[in-house]
């Protein structure tokens, strides 16, 4: 198989790419930042496999961590966190009996896209460039693996000391009992995952495609705007699929409550003239509303990124929010890949989830 040394540079790019590819979830940067450290430390380097050149009848899987993004940042370090995943993964391939070729991310994100490097670093094997989502997301029941039907069982949660081995036949179910174990005291609202075990023909189908690339040029474009001075927002919006300015302001509150495995909260970001926008999340941001306007601008799957308008990343964990505080934000629409905005299941998929939001309209098109 053909496969590319990912370069300590490229991880960072990767990192702040990703961090605006997850709409304000997918991990809180710090996750990254010490799984990039670790890897230098240890003189690991990650390799990154198209998935064009991944043999059909070869096995992978995904590799994920689910939870809290400040649980994350609060109380895990990149040993127990590699531990956590590497666990869950070596119990699949137990469960199943496949020998995996390669891990793949369940989505985009500043912590999961790094929990699956962590696993292929531990265990010598390449990174698929794909995931489930092109973005993050807060429930498995949106991504493209349960959209193309690919049996999410068995799954398997791990942290430092305990290992759960799910079978259920659907991907309702098994969101429901992963976030019930993660919850439990003994994991503390995260735990590392392995599961949707999948060979190369079925990947491919299932799968978006080049995602980790995507994001990688995307934090590539970030880093030469900011050091030749070019306007990291503009770079931004550009970069993105049908990329548009929503406001700028300055984040003037926010709250959230953790449980269930979830943040769930708002951010409230005022402007100049005094006006202001309200964005909703579930771990990642779900719907934004202008407070003069009569109807949401922009709904999930669709994106709503953030950006400090000097080219600062950052995501809805409460570290990382602090440190923006006082800055001026970027709030930047974009659209979702194809296989998610386009497919019915997703949508119902996300639109339940706005639901248990409050919202109690239709979705339209970014």
Known sequence: MAVR??????????LNGAAIL???????????????????????????IDPAEFGPKDMACVSAFMGSPDAAAAALS?????????????????ATSYKFKAVMPGEVGAGNSFVPMAVAVQRN?????????????????????????????????????????????????AEQIAREIVSAPDFGQDGGMAFWSMDGKTMREA????????????????????????????TVINYLDGGKLLFVGKISSSDVVTAGGFDTGRVFIKNQAGQEMIIYNQNENLMAWNTADNFPLILAPDMISYLATDGTTFTNATDDMSKVMGKEIAVIGSRARAKLRDSDYTINAF?????????GGKYFKF
């Open 351 to 359: 639109m339940n989830t706005l639901r248990q939001l409050g919202y």
């Open 5 to 14: 040394t990912l370069s300590y540079q490229d991880l960072e790019d990767i």
């Open 78 to 94: 990149p040993k127990s966190i590699t531990s956590a995943a590497v666990a869950a993964f070596v119990a699949l391939q137990k």
């Open 125 to 173: 094997i390449p990174v698929l460039d794909v995931d489930g989502a092109g973005r993050a997301i807060p429930s498995l029941t949106q991504v493209t693996y349960a959209s193309h039907q690919v049996p999410v069982a068995p799954m398997v949660l791990g942290n430092t000391e305990n290992v759960v081995t799910v079978d259920v036949k659907t991907v309702e179910l």
């Open 207 to 234: 799968s978006i495609h080049n995602t980790m690339t995507y994001a990688l040029n995307l934090g590539t474009a970030l880093r030469e705007a900011i050091a030749s001075k070019k306007d990291p927002v503009e």
């Open 22 to 48: 997850a709409c304000g979830g997918g991990g809180p940067i710090s996750v990254g930042q010490q799984m990039i450290a670790y890897f230098k430390r240890r003189k690991k380097t990650v390799q990154l």
